[in-house]
């Protein structure tokens, strides 16, 4: 069973910086694409940015340059390092692996954390 913990949302000033953390639990991180997503109040949830288990990286237009995701195989870790956020930042920032098993797709979230940009 994969579970995900992540941690390091808060509140933060426009401009300021925040890293998010996800553990994964489980032996399938190694060959997962790991992925942020995010859901603010009323909109749907979207992809802010992801990671194959090669390194390549995909992220939401409006993050680019301000959002970095990494991880850290020997950890089970991804992280997010959002810089100069902005106030429609502010949403329920959720980690999510994806695995394929064969032929069969399989998936697993986090709880979630709130970041909240506000002056």
């Known amino acids: 069973q994969v579970q995900l913990v992540e941690s390091g949302g808060g509140l933060v000033q426009p401009g300021g910086s925040l890293r998010l953390s996800c553990a994964a639990s489980g032996n399938i991180f190694s060959f997962a694409t790991m992925g942020w997503y995010r859901q603010a109040p009323g909109k749907e949830r979207e992809l802010v940015a992801a990671?194959?288990?090669?390194?390549?990286?995909n992220y939401l237009d409006s993050v680019k340059g301000r959002f970095a995701i990494s991880r850290d195989n020997t950890k089970n870790t991804v992280y997010l390092q959002m810089n100069s956020l902005k106030p429609e930042d502010t949403a329920v920032y959720y980690c999510?692996?994806?695995?394929?098993?064969?032929?069969?797709?399989?998936?697993?979230w986090g709880q979630g954390t709130q970041v909240t940009v506000s002056s």
């Open positions: 999510n692996a994806r695995w394929v098993v064969i032929v069969s797709e399989y998936d697993a």
């Open positions: 990671i194959t288990n090669g390194g390549r990286t």
